[in-house]
């Protein structure tokens, strides 16, 4: 705690932003949040607004896996029933595809819930396995549901109060205020009691029961929180794009955003997810335009093809093994020592 600055009530204590930093920091990225649209071009504001969509998913992915301790391998699968909602009801009922947003978390919620049966039996590898085996079984009924890999997500349908969301600027607004709402849910799941149980299932569930937890709610109450908040960053994408494909709702996806998750920083709901789609999305970004044409350049197309699955897979070995509490570990370390500089303690 910064020197002169006393906790004097438990709301105080309680407070997620509680230092005057904090709050000069809040209105600092708040600023700059409302002006990015007029400050940056139409690329830079639809990379922000794919980041605001992952950063929704991987807070899901966090909540279940950080908090909960629950791996998941279906993640994208998830977000996939999300946009396929939104989407279909769209294209076939006509719907506003912002009023079926809630629906199509809902719909993610419940698979969610189905998706953690496993858990009750299964944990660490053989639950991964369960859950690889749930996202390829999703793959192949989005593959037969959608052959010709496009469903168009009609334009007509993005309204929101009578403003088109074809309009970036508007779209940007919406999934901002949306990730905003959605990320101080998260950040209060955590500090509730329902948060402890998790950590406390997380930590060692025959402890936890033992100490009266239903381990078996908590765990499908954990998945069901991660695929509503997945189902609703698929929603946004449907959105967002003018239509999708089951190829964006892939395994590979899917270990995207567990690498977003492990390299932010686990069991930090909020901020370790921001971190780690800033990281990866603008170095996949970074490499698109630099890396990947250098190595076609040099006739290594193969190689430039995979590159950036090879780099994931190194980030998320080398961070479980080296930094298993992820980048925001890292930063608070640097906060550390330059709070106490120059001193070492």
């Known amino acids: ?111 969610g819930i189905v998706l953690s049966l496993p858990s009750f039996r299964l944990k660490e590898y053989y639950l991964a396995m369960a859950s690889l085996a749930a996202q390829l079984i999703l793959e192949y009924v989005y593959s037969r549901i959608d052959p010709d890999q496009y469903t168009p997500v009609p334009p007509e349908s993005k309204t929101l109060l009578g403003i088109s969301l074809t309009d970036p600027t508007a779209l940007y607004y919406l999934i901002l205020a949306i990730a905003v709402v959605m990320a101080l849910a998260a950040a209060n799941i955590g500090r509730s009691s329902l948060g402890r149980a998790m950590k406390a299932v997380r930590d060692n569930d025959v402890a936890a029961e033992a100490i009266g937890i239903n381990v078996q709610l908590v765990k499908a109450t954990a998945f069901a929180i991660g695929g509503f908040y997945a189902g609703v960053a698929g929603g946004l994408y449907a959105i967002y794009s003018s239509g999708i494909g089951w190829e964006g709702f892939t395994l590979v996806n899917s270990i995207e955003l567990l690498g977003m998750v492990l390299i932010g920083g686990p069991g930090r709901v909020v901020w370790g997810s921001l971190l780690g789609v800033l990281v990866m999305r603008t170095g996949w970004t970074m490499m698109e335009s630099t890396i990947t044409p250098f190595l076609v350049g040099l006739g290594l197309t193969v190689i430039a093809s995979s590159a950036k699955y090879i780099v994931l897979g190194f980030l998320i070995v080398a961070f479980i093994i080296a930094e298993p509490e992820g980048l925001i570990a890292v930063l608070r370390r640097v906060k550390e020592y330059f709070r106490l500089w120059p001193y070492s303690y």
Not at 59 to 71: E, H, S, V, Y
Not at 90 to 97: E, I, K, P, Q
């Open 1 to 111: 705690m910064p020197a002169g600055v006393f906790k004097e009530s438990y709301e105080a204590d309680m407070a997620i932003f509680r230092y005057p930093i904090h709050w000069a920091a809040l209105i600092l990225a708040a600023a700059a949040a409302v002006a990015a649209p007029f400050l940056i071009g139409k690329y830079y504001l639809n990379l922000l607004v794919v980041m605001m969509i992952f950063w929704i998913a991987a807070i899901g992915l966090n909540i279940t896996l950080g908090l909960a301790g629950q791996i998941s391998l279906a993640h994208a699968a998830l977000m996939g029933i999300g946009a396929y909602t939104v989407a279909n009801a769209a294209l076939h009922l006509g719907v506003n595809s912002v009023v079926i947003l809630p629906l199509a978390g809902v719909a993610a919620a419940l698979l």
